[in-house]
């Protein structure tokens, strides 16, 4: 093999090329790959329409998500509930169709197996180390919090995929992004993931594929790891990425779907060496000091609209560039803002705690250590939590965790994407603001005229109970 | 696919930056098992607001659309190229693409260019005077009736899929032994890998 030294993505890239074009397009092989209802149709339809089969059906798994309602999903009498709308319904059952007519595992909506993708695909220990991972959706850059080399595609691709278990790509340039030190109690990965986003910008990644490094990394969980690669898209990566290590493994060990026996061992000596070498160059490299980041919250349209709690609206004229003065001008109409006004004035009537970006486990458990023996403010109108999937779900509730939130006045749902994105019935109103811990806060996102402001799980419990935009570090 | 080579006409000059997914075709708009029909949802929040560049008549018949950097940014739905090809698009103009964009736009025979802000300021001009903007692909230069012309560059396979109006899927079932070849040694040396969901 290559003695030159190399990125940890350079070599997960490496092990993946089928062959390369005279033009320099690889064909890249895929390893897994998830499906579900919105962005898949049309990629069966043109296989069937081709006659063409799915190549390898046991490496894709099929999870509806995106349109699920989060309200209960059986009667009384155990027998799942009709979906009110009627292209929701239609989706939903093109997949419940598409995916054994293929011969593809399907987890059903009423499956306790059943979630969002990308909390799906790790739990089931579909989603490996090493592997290249895709699906139909921007954030399956999740996976790469594992070490996996894992993003979004579109329907065509979906259809490549299927047809052939391969891509053809344009390799993308290593970028890192080192974090130094250590963050401060009550900074979450969220927290670093929006710093990192508000510093090198909503293009800042382009063309890139990112590998985060530092013993902040190594430091976190399994969970944690996987926020902050989810976001990579929101900074215009192709992926996001942290080497694995003996918490990756423990967390994967016994999964349903990972290795076992000598194969597990055989898969864990191979992970080892799947960390970038000393000497390997990175075509772009930003340093962040982990000690300067403070619980942050969004303000504008743009992923990259990003202040500390402690921060302001900013002033449009305060930025260099003219662009960005204008889509600051456009954000703060839409978001209904004046600029100078502290980030903990903006008083918030929606709390949306969900989203592939934080639905795990230890998501609830921040958000729940904050909501304890507290009641959301009376001007918060609806706050909703959506586990993102049926066993975060049952764990959460052997937990007493479902208690904490109903007792807070939280809803406790069914999960799937829900106000992430608003494709199902969970909407936030026009002109209303929605303290989310979700991914993006573009305009119409959440509903038509919805004001999102991205937050951590943590943070979005302060917000409920204060009614406003808060520093959860006053009360902890 | 419908093969690409020389594109004029008016340009409707939208010019704002991360024009995210979003906002070329809402959630709402997803809906859908077909890939039919979606310009009619097309940046519907944006036409929500009288005197919007998208339904100003003087732009009316536009196949080009230039905007600002980090178009596409946000999902990967493919709806967005769709509902721009679905209202006429063939080419789209900005200092830079969010990188699922710019091969969903190729995949259906649509052609992102990509041209430094201040040509791409120049062609926003040009297009607010109503005026036809030519890309030629083959060429790969973009010029308008005032003798502008700039150059551009595609990576190749892309240039030649859209060329020739090609089926990626077919050129790749095309390579199925090579791809066997890999299976077969992947089987042999990590055969977990290939067990998915079989495992």
């Known amino acids: 093999m290559a003695s030159r030294p190399r990125t940890l993505y350079e070599k997960i890239w490496d092990a993946h090329v089928v062959e390369t074009r005279d033009d320099g397009t690889a064909l890249v092989y895929i390893d897994r790959h998830l499906v579900h209802e919105v962005t898949s149709p049309q990629a069966f339809e043109a296989l069937r329409i081709a006659g063409r089969p799915v190549r390898r059906p046991e490496l894709t798994l099929a999870v509806p998500d995106h349109n699920l309602p989060t309200t209960p999903r059986l009667d009384s009498r155990g027998h799942p509930l009709p979906i009110a709308d009627p292209e929701s319904a239609a989706q939903l059952a093109a997949l419940e169709v598409n995916a054994p007519a293929f011969g593809i595992r399907y987890i059903p909506a009423t499956a306790k197996e059943q979630g969002i993708v990308h909390v799906v695909g790790p739990e089931q220990g579909f989603s490996l180390p090493g592997t290249t991972i895709v699906c139909g959706d921007s954030h ?75 013993a902040v990394f190594a430091r976190m969980s399994v969970e944690e790891r996987l926020t ?87 002033f449009p004229e305060d930025f260099a560039d003219e662009s960005k003065r204008v889509a600051a001008q456009k954000s703060l109409d839409y978001m209904g803002l004046t600029p ?110 919805a004001r999102t402001h991205l937050v951590s799980p943590a943070m979005a419990a302060a917000a409920a109970v204060t009614g406003r935009l808060a520093d959860v570090r006053t009360l902890v | 696919m419908e093969p690409l080579t020389r594109v004029e006409g008016r340009a409707i000059p939208l010019g704002l930056k991360n024009v995210d997914t979003d906002i070329i075709i809402p959630a709402k708009w997803l809906k859908t098992i077909s890939r039919e029909g979606l310009g009619q949802g097309a940046f519907e929040a944006l036409r929500a607001e009288p005197g919007n560049v998208i339904d100003d008549p003087a732009y009316a018949g536009a196949n080009i659309l230039i905007a600002g950097d980090n178009f596409g940014c946000g999902s990967s739905r ?86 020739g109006g090609l089926d990626e899927v077919g050129l790749t079932m095309a390579r199925g032994e090579a791809i066997g070849g890999f299976e077969a040694s992947r089987t042999a040396a990590q055969p977990w890998l290939m067990r998915g969901t079989a495992a």
């Not at chain 1, 299927?162 to 969220?190: C, F, H, N």
């Not at chain 1, 061992?265 to 970038?276: F, G, M």
């Not at chain 1, 934080?358 to 609806?382: C, F, H, T, Y």
């Open chain 1, 140 to 214: 399956t850059a999740c996976h790469g919090g594992l070490g996996a080399l894992a993003f979004g595609i579109g329907t065509s691709e979906v259809e490549h995929v299927l047809a052939t278990q391969t891509l053809l790509l344009q390799q993308s340039k290593p970028m890192e992004v080192r974090v130094e030190g250590d963050l401060g109690p009550g900074v979450s990965a969220k927290d670093l993931i929006l710093h990192i986003i508000g510093t090198i910008g909503a293009a800042g990644g382009s063309g890139y594929v990112i590998e985060y490094r530092g």
């Open chain 1, 228 to 314: 902050v690669c989810n976001m990579s898209i929101e900074a215009g990566a192709r992926a996001g990425l942290i080497a694995p290590d003996d918490t990756t493994f423990a967390y994967l060990k016994g999964r349903p779907m990972a290795p076992q026996g000598a194969e597990w061992d055989a898969a864990v000596a191979y992970w080892r060496s799947l960390h970038t070498d000393e000497g390997a160059v990175f075509a772009k490299s930003v340093v962040i000091d982990a000690a300067a980041v403070e619980p942050s919250v969004t303000w504008g349209t743009s992923p990259e609209d990003v202040v500390a709690i402690g921060g302001r609206v900013p």
């Open chain 1, 340 to 449: 100078g006004t502290p980030m903990t004035e903006v008083p918030i009537e929606n709390v949306f705690i969900g989203s592939c970006t934080n639905s795990r486990i230890e998501d609830l458990r921040a958000a729940a250590a904050i909501l304890n023996g507290r009641r959301k403010a009376d001007n918060v109108r609806w706050a909703i939590v959506v586990p993102g999937s049926g066993l975060v779900k049952a764990q959460a509730e052997d937990e007493g965790l479902d208690k904490v939130f109903i007792d807070a006045g939280f809803e406790w749902r069914e999960p799937g994407c829900s106000a992430c994105l608003g494709m199902n019935p969970d909407k936030v109103p026009a002109g209303e603001r929605c303290a989310s811990t979700s991914n993006r806060n573009f305009v119409g996102r959440q509903g038509p005229g």
């Open chain 2, 78 to 163: 493919e709806h967005a190229a769709w509902a721009l090809g679905d209202m006429g698009i063939r080419v789209v103009i900005a200092p830079s693409f969010s990188d699922i964009f710019s091969g969903n736009a190729v995949k259906n025979g649509m052609l992102p260019v990509v041209l430094p802000q201040g040509a791409v300021d120049r062609l926003l001009e040009v297009a607010r005077e109503g005026l036809a903007i030519s890309v030629d692909l083959e060429q790969q230069t973009v010029t308008t009736p005032y003798q502008d012309r700039f150059t551009f560059t595609l990576d190749p396979f892309r240039r030649d899929c859209l060329l």
